[in-house]
Structures are given as C-alpha cells and as structure tokens.
C-alpha cells in the first residue's frame, strides 16, 4: 500500500498539529470529575454507561450494533452491558445537556480564561466544521447537527459550543481513521493489537478497556502473524509500513476541511487554543499513556 502524497505547504499547519489541540478539549468528556458526575446526576450508572451512552446520544436511541459498528474496536458484549439499558435510566436530551454542561464546567476550571478564548474561537472553528465533508461519516455528522442550535433553538453558552465544535471536528477525524482501518483490511482488535504493538504501549490497556478477552486479543495477533504484520510477537516492516499509511491516510483526511482557512487564520487559532491544552495537560486529568491513543503533550 502507498500513502496518499499530497505535498503539504510549509507554513500551514498538518493534520496532526490540529488533532492534539481538538483532542484534549474534547476528552476532558471521557476523564474529568466533572462529566462523570454530570452524566450520573441524569441517572447513568457507571463509567461505560456513561461513555457509550453520551458518546452515542448523537445518533439518538440507537441499538448496540450500531454503537459497536461505529465505535469501532470495542468487543460488542461491552456495549451491550450498557446499551440499551442506558436509554431507560435517561432520557437523551437530558444526556445531551449533561455532557455538555459538564465539560463546559471542567474546562472553566482548568482555564478561567476560556470564555473569552471561546467567544474568539467559535468564528473560525464554526468555518471548519461547517466546511467538512460529512459524507459517510456518522459521528461527526449528528454531532454537527448538535452544534447549530441547542434544545431551546437558540445558540448555547460560548464554552459548550467550543467543547461541542472540538468534538464534531475530532469525531470527523475518527470517522475517517476507522474508514482508514477498514480499507486496511483490520477489525477492531486487530487494529489494537497493531497499534500498541506499533507505539510500544502494553496491550492490557486497550484489551481490557475495550472488552476484549486474552484469548481474543492472542487469536487478533495470529491473524496479523498470518497476514506478516506481526513476527515474533513485534511489528514486522510490513505492519509498520501498514500502521504509516493508514495514520497518513487519516491525517489526509481530516486535515481537508481546515483548508478553509488562511494559514495566518490557521496559525492564529492554533495560538488561542495552545493554552487551553496547556491548561488541561496541567490538571493532569488525562492520563498518559491513554486509550484513545493520545500522546503526552
């Protein structure tokens, strides 16, 4: 497989350089104090009630097929405890505020400067996300929908609507990594396997929180053995070469709809959103290494 190689310009910042400043203002969701309480006071009981349920409360009501199908590497038995019981313990309107408003309140506690960075952001990050192609891609595009009104009508508080816009722009970029590992030929726990292989992080941290046994996890390897990804229990060169196209496809992918922007826009947004990601690296919420593949700041 080759990479996709589009040349990019030299003063205009690549698609990972957005990536780690939209993903942490976003998983604040998945690790601050905040939200997990916002999501329990609605009546969610448990982290992974919580996380399926807000993380899916985009697309509505839906089943845990559809979870699994669009979440991705997580064993669908795990879906299954939480969905969709979540639905009857919480209705999700409420949920969609919940997960709002308690990001909103974990960012105002990291950074008390964030409403003023918000009301200056929300311009152009609405530019991005309205310029993205939502073609075949599910989770950014119910998340986009969220972002124009909230449940009154009416455009909600600065803070929500920046946590709400790096959330649409990171689910973009998801969308397009899981149709990279399917074009890879991967399934879920195959692409785990590979990846923590690939970065050097120990397998138990994704396996086991994303629901997968021993035996499953050991079966996923072998079939990347049998492909030649893997060899002697390492990343063999064609894994890694399989592990840089599929990260090189992703990056092309969700790097089209900041385009929109002037590089001096470009340069500019990113100036205002550093020290809000400083912000949150030094509330230490975000554990390093991470399930989501996040790297240390």
């Known amino acids: 497989m080759t990479a996709p190689q589009d040349r990019p310009h030299p003063d205009r910042p690549d698609a990972r350089t957005w990536w780690r400043c939209v993903e942490p203002l976003h998983a604040v969701t998945y690790f601050a104090p905040e939200c997990r309480q916002a999501l ?17 409360v985009p697309l509505g009501a839906v089943g845990p097929a559809t979870v699994s199908a669009t979440f991705f590497n997580f064993h669908e038995t795990q879906v299954r405890r939480a969905i969709p019981d979540a639905w009857t313990y919480a209705d999700p309107s409420s949920i969609l505020r919940a997960r709002r408003t308690g990001a909103a309140a974990a960012l105002r506690r990291m950074d008390p400067s964030v409403d003023q960075r918000a009301e200056a952001l929300l311009p152009w ?28 009508g009416g455009p909600g508080a600065p803070v929500e609507e920046l946590w709400q816009a790096c959330t649409s722009l990171r689910e973009h970029r998801g969308d397009g990594h899981v149709a990279a590992l399917t074009a890879g030929g991967l399934d879920g726990c195959e692409a785990l396997v590979l990846f923590a292989l690939s970065e050097g992080i120990p397998g138990a941290l994704f396996r086991d929180s994303r629901g ?14 049998d492909r030649g990804l893997v060899a002697g229990g390492q990343i ?8 840089r196209w599929v990260e090189q496809l992703t990056d092309e992918l969700a790097g089209r709809p900041y385009a929109v922007l002037e590089d001096e826009e470009q340069l500019a947004v ?12 030094a509330a230490g919420v975000i554990p390093f290494p991470n399930p989501i593949g996040l790297p240390a700041p």
């Not at 063999?236 to 592990?243: F, K, T």
Request: overall charge negative; cysteine-free; aromatic content about 8%.
């Open 40 to 56: 329990t006071a609605v009546g969610l009981r448990g982290f992974w009630m919580g996380y399926f349920a807000a993380r899916a």
């Open 212 to 225: 997968w046994s021993p035996d499953e996890w050991e079966a996923a390897r072998g079939r990347l053995e």
């Open 125 to 152: 990050l609405d530019r991005v996300v309205g310029a993205a192609d939502g073609s075949g891609r599910v989770l950014f595009s119910a998340n986009r929908a969220l972002g124009e009104v909230d449940e009154a």
């Open 236 to 243: 063999s060169p064609a894994g890694a070469e399989l592990r």
């Open 270 to 281: 990113l100036e205002s959103l550093r020290p809000l990601v400083r912000s949150v690296a």
